[in-house]
């Protein structure tokens, strides 16, 4: 070949790489399975601290930069989510944690809203009609000092049991306090807990009374594992196909707290090689359905 054609030629093809690159050119990439785009991206990268938009395949972050880079990555198939300026951030590790106390306090009530005591007796009242006789009915997040009334009768502020065993005769109640340092549990629960006037104050516990000896139904730090203890006798009596839904429900309305609030990995402190074997089935058992849908 000529020296001057081959010289052309070279120079031909530099101008076309040149071309190609400013005017936007770029290699076909693999499709991702999700794009996040027109965002305030943060990457916990020092060398790209922010960006505008991102791509995963899979369970991989695959590119990271700007709109027009990331562009490459969309298919036909690939899902788009536009930010709409908004932040997005790393899931947030949470380093100490109780993975099933969370998830058991979605299955109970919630009383960290309720502004006085009637209206814990009327939710409880609700959750009773809806339950099995025989069902106990479990709650937590009350704080007397936050109700906008003090109820009557109260002793240190406690409420008797009095109404509340009356909305709900046959199912045992246990109200946890918001602190986890006290409790409160209607006629039933101490019914079959076997509490009476004559029972004992534990060693590091109170039993609350009325100047009678009566206890009013409220029990302050080891007092409520008599009422517990109680509790526990019911669970040991359950199938074990009823303790596995509950537990699955547990792990599952925890996995949905957590994801709901950015919450991607989780050291649980304490669980029981038991529930790490049910953590472990439940895994597997999602994995075996996620690859029979493919």
């Known amino acids: 070949m000529h020296p001057k054609i081959s010289s052309r030629l070279i120079i031909l093809s530099l101008i076309a790489v040149l071309i190609c690159a400013f005017s936007g050119c770029a290699r076909k990439e693999e499709p991702a399975d999700l794009v996040?785009?027109?965002?305030?991206?943060?990457?916990?990268?020092?060398?790209?601290?922010?960006?505008?938009?991102?791509?995963?395949?899979?369970?991989?972050?695959?590119?990271?930069?700007?709109?027009?880079?990331?562009?490459?990555?969309?298919?036909?198939?690939?899902?788009?989510?536009?930010?709409?300026?908004?932040?997005?951030?790393?899931?947030?590790i949470d380093s100490h944690g109780h993975y099933t106390s969370l998830g058991q306090s979605k299955v109970a009530l919630d009383l960290?809203?309720?502004?006085?005591?009637?209206?814990?007796?009327?939710?409880?009242?609700?959750?009773?009609?809806?339950?099995?006789?025989?069902?106990?009915?479990?709650?937590?997040?009350?704080?007397?000092?936050?109700?906008?009334?003090?109820?009557?009768?109260?002793?240190?502020?406690?409420?008797?049991?009095?109404?509340?065993?009356?909305?709900?005769?046959?199912?045992p109640v246990l109200l946890t306090h918001a602190s986890g340092h006290s409790c409160l549990a209607n006629a039933k629960a101490m019914e079959l807990a076997g509490i009476t006037r004559k029972t004992p104050d534990p060693p590091g516990g109170q039993i609350v009374r009325d100047d009678k000896g009566n206890p009013i139904g409220a029990f302050l730090e080891t007092a409520q594992g008599l009422v517990r203890r109680a509790l526990g006798e019911y669970r040991v009596g359950l199938t074990s196909e009823k303790i596995?839904?509950?537990?699955?429900?547990?792990?599952?309305?925890?996995?949905?707290?957590?994801?709901?609030?950015?919450?991607?990995?989780?050291?649980?402190?304490?669980?029981?090689?038991?529930?790490?074997?049910?953590?472990?089935?439940?895994?597997?058992?999602?994995?075996?359905?996620?690859?029979?849908?493919?």
């Open 36 to 92: 996040l785009t027109n965002g305030q991206i943060v990457t916990m990268d020092e060398s790209i601290p922010q960006a505008e938009a991102l791509a995963v395949r899979g369970d991989r972050i695959v590119a990271v930069g700007d709109q027009k880079r990331i562009k490459r990555f969309i298919g036909q198939a690939t899902q788009v989510i536009d930010l709409d300026g908004k932040l997005a951030v790393p899931g947030f």
């Open 112 to 171: 960290t809203k309720a502004k006085n005591w009637d209206e814990i007796v009327a939710l409880v009242r609700a959750a009773a009609e809806k339950a099995e006789p025989g069902e106990w009915i479990i709650g937590r997040g009350w704080h007397q000092e936050k109700w906008d009334k003090t109820p009557e009768p109260q002793v240190i502020g406690l409420p008797f049991h009095t109404d509340l065993s009356q909305a709900t005769p046959h199912n």
């Open 244 to 294: 596995m839904s509950e537990q699955k429900r547990v792990i599952t309305l925890a996995a949905k707290e957590c994801l709901a609030n950015g919450v991607t990995s989780f050291y649980d402190a304490g669980s029981s090689f038991e529930t790490i074997d049910l953590f472990s089935c439940l895994l597997y058992t999602s994995d075996a359905a996620a690859n029979r849908e493919v």
